[in-house]
């Protein structure tokens, strides 16, 4: 379970083993077991003691911006492992396996963008064939990354976000025919978003980005040294290493809301500067439908988890794979 708070004016305190929501619809009290994350945006407030109990139950507090993404944390002192993580950390980014890891992930990207415009076609035939063209420049693409041949990511770094980039717009471009006409879009545009569907996808990847750097921290692994984004001055960049293996969960949550025709002018606004950002019904909606279906079980290599813990497990074994290159 998580608390978000997201609405201006809550407060979040102490009441023994438990927490209280105060808010001016009154206060509900929460035990403090079974919450895994406490999501706190501006305007919300949440006391000393609140935070203590939080640390002592080894629940992470995150502190969010208006897109959704992580700006501060708040974490028990027993998230982390041995430091042989880390030293094998930073020895693995500058090996092939580095490289051969990172091509792998872009792989998998570019199949789950494949995917994920299959399962969404309909039957008109010349969405079909404009969703099996797609299909196929991508996977020219991911043929090319493949074989693509270099000793560190930084002989090939360059090639490989450009490739990536390339594939990705054209994912974008095919799915922009699945969305009802008024949340189509130009192009994706990031911090700060010009559309509705970007507003969407900008939040819920926010989101998704404090859930693998929380991964991340808990399993010993240092979010701010990266492989293929290493460029970052003071920024988790391994986080936005490994976001690409699920963003593909952010996509189908967003589109599936927004073509349920059930989005409103109070989801969202527009400001002066022609910018979209969500408000707060939007905000729980998303991160509603988004932690129902990471909390959807699934089966992966034979094990059936939840979406969430086979994104833990995924961490978790990647720290056992650094923990080797501490030599």
Known sequence: MELILNTYGVSLNRDNEGFVITSKDGRQRIPADGIKSIQISRGAQISSDAVMLAVEREIEVIFMDRGGSPIGRIWSPRYGSISTIRKGQLNFTFT??????IKEVILQKMENQQALMLLLQTERSEQSELVQKSINRIEDYRNKV??????????VAPTLRGWEGQASRIYFNTMNEFLPEEFRFVQRSQHPALDVTNAFLNYGYGVLYGKIEGALIKAGIDPYIGVLHRDDYNRPVLVYDIIELYRIWVDYVVYTL????TITDEFYSMREDGTYWLEGLGRRVLIQSLNDYMEETITK?????SRMTHLTLYVQNLAQKL???DV
């Open 96 to 101: 092939h396996d580095a490289l051969v890891w």
């Open 146 to 155: 493949r074989v693509l041949e270099g000793e560190v990511v930084n002989d």
């Open 258 to 261: 927004l073509s349920q025709n």
């Open 301 to 305: 290599g034979g094990v059936t988890r």
């Open 323 to 325: 923990k080797r290159f």
